[in-house]
């Protein structure tokens, strides 16, 4: 089979995107609003930007559902505050990140929903998810609008991993972490690494 994105639907080519650049990490990314309101979300358009100096990037999309035609609530939050915190999903908390994702009202707090901790940050004001084993608190760098989406950069400006995920010799634990990653409309665990001969 072959397809001509221009002459397809955006649900049809966005399936699938989704279902061959697998597997995508999820950025569980922490705002906070003018008004002081928290916010979380998850989001699987996210990779690393730059490593000098160290940049992560995530890609927003407009809202959806009774939503449709707004802009998602953690794009409005970054654009005004110009700060977020990355949380790495590991496989435990799959579930709380899962009620985080629901379309919920902008005051909203998906904290309270997911029933999770919000844990005051180093540098930046939005609060990390106290039960993440890796936050990364990020200034925004640029946003740049790719046709319906917006790529958001930041500049990483503080790491935090909990001592048990850590192997020592700036190196994660990635057995322990257990990092969730989406598969089209599906999640996947990484439990199984292996090298291959060079």
């Excluded at 989001?43 to 890609?59: E, Q, W």
């Excluded at 559902?65 to 700060?83: H, P, S």
């Excluded at 048990?164 to 199984?192: F, H, T």
Aim: charged fraction near 25%; include cysteine.
């Amino acid at each position: 089979m072959e397809f001509t994105p221009s002459k397809l639907g955006e649900k049809d080519v966005y399936k699938l995107l989704t279902g061959s650049v697998v597997p995508r990490p999820i950025a569980w990314v922490s705002t906070v609003s003018e008004e002081g309101d928290l916010n979380l979300a998850p989001f699987s358009f996210f990779t690393v930007a730059s490593r000098n100096p160290p940049m992560l990037c995530i890609s927003i999309g407009p809202g959806v559902g009774d939503r449709e035609g707004t802009e998602k609530d953690t794009l409005v939050n970054i654009r005004a505050t110009k700060e977020f915190v990355i949380n790495v999903v590991p496989a435990p908390l799959g579930n709380s990140m899962q009620k985080s994702a629901e379309n919920l009202p902008s005051d909203a707090n998906e904290f309270a929903i997911a029933e999770l901790t919000p844990a005051e940050s180093h540098i930046v004001v939005p609060k990390r998810v106290k039960e993440a084993p890796i936050h990364m608190e990020c200034e925004l760098e640029q946003i740049i609008q790719l046709g319906s989406d917006h790529l958001v950069i930041g500049r990483m400006v503080h790491y935090h991993i909990e001592d048990e995920y850590y192997l020592g010799n700036y190196k994660v634990d990635l057995e322990k972490l257990q990092p969730l990653g989406r598969l089209a409309g599906n999640y996947s665990e990484s439990r199984q690494f292996f090298k291959l001969p060079r």
